[in-house]
């Protein structure tokens, strides 16, 4: 069981885009900028270098000035859970150390990518990484991505580790929240993944979810949360709905990180484009600019909800 009080993390968390400058280099001050814009927005929580955030496109220096960036603007209003992994333990674990000197909240990892290691291999990754700082960890099952997909038995492992408060559950089958939930316990954060499940994950036992389609649309799933914790199902229902139609959109275009890039650009905050490979989308494009349009007449339609 965790030593940690958890219930700061039951938030809605946006995956935190990592803007750049028009010559590919990290843009701090957008970075600060980005991070004030979500707070004015209500967003009480951030996961930063994580899938959305490139993570895996930024050197260990970047993703350090990031992380110092985020939460020195942060500060005490916001939850900031700092993604570490990396390939290799050691750089996961210096990272992981590094987030606690930021004064981040939390530390979050999937198993090491590319090669195809063993169960054994992924309880030592994750165990050094919460060896190297004193904060609560947050695995990250994605195995669409990984190819390592979390078993029960890892898990149950992995739950003896004090340190260990949480699960990011992004699998694609829906009843492995409910399965985490059940074998964490009460005081385990399950966080709901997919995006489009929001709210079938929330029913299935998620605490909380942290999503990188929120960033271009985070009123709506503030909403959301809000809909699913008065208990009003059918019009959380409705706005999944719509929530999900936009996400369809948001991944029709050369890639959803510059999609999303683009509709937050398109609402202030200039955040640049992605790093290759991901491509970006122009703002000129008209499909994008009547999505943002879209965007902004659902969240002026569901104020009153």
């Not at 979050?108 to 919460?130: G, K, N």
């Not at 004193?134 to 195995?143: A, G, K, M, S």
């Not at 929120?214 to 959380?236: F, V």
């Not at 929530?243 to 905050?269: E, H, N, Q, W």
Request: aromatic residues 10%.
């Amino acid at each position: 069981m965790s030593k940690y009080d958890v219930s700061r993390f039951k938030n809605v968390t946006v995956a935190l885009n990592t803007p750049f400058t028009a010559s590919g280099d990290i843009d701090l001050d957008a970075a600060k900028k980005l991070t004030r814009y979500y707070i004015n927005k209500g967003v009480k929580s951030l996961y930063v270098c994580g899938s959305t955030g490139e993570g895996f496109l930024l050197d260990s220096g970047e993703r350090k000035k990031v992380v110092e960036a985020v939460t020195q603007e942060a500060g005490d209003e916001m939850t900031i859970i700092v993604h570490v992994g990396c390939a290799d333990t050691r750089h996961s674990a210096e990272l992981a150390q590094h987030a606690e000197q930021a004064g981040a909240a939390g530390t979050s990892a999937v198993p090491s990518v590319y090669y195809h290691v063993s169960e054994e291999s992924v309880y030592r990754h994750w165990t050094a990484i919460t060896e190297a700082a004193d904060l609560p960890f947050f695995i990250y099952n994605i195995p669409q991505l990984t190819g390592f997909n979390l078993s029960m038995g890892l898990f149950h492992r992995m739950l003896e580790n004090e340190r260990v408060a949480g699960v990011k559950c992004s699998s694609d089958p829906c009843h492995d929240i409910l399965r985490f939930k059940q074998a964490g316990g009460e005081d385990f954060i399950v966080f709901n993944g997919p995006d489009e499940q929001f709210l079938a994950g929330r029913l299935m036992g998620a605490d909380a979810a942290i999503g990188g389609t929120y960033g271009a649309m985070p009123e709506l799933y503030l909403k959301l949360d809000e809909l699913i914790r008065r208990g009003d199902i059918a019009a959380a229902q409705k706005l999944q709905v719509i929530v999900t139609m936009f996400i369809y959109r948001l991944c029709s275009f050369p890639s959803m990180y510059g999609a999303c890039k683009t509709i937050i650009r398109m609402d202030g905050v200039n955040i640049g484009d992605p790093r290759l490979p991901f491509l970006p989308v122009d703002e000129k494009d008209p499909e994008i600019r009547k999505l943002y349009e879209d965007i902004r007449a659902a969240v002026e339609e569901t104020k009153g909800w």
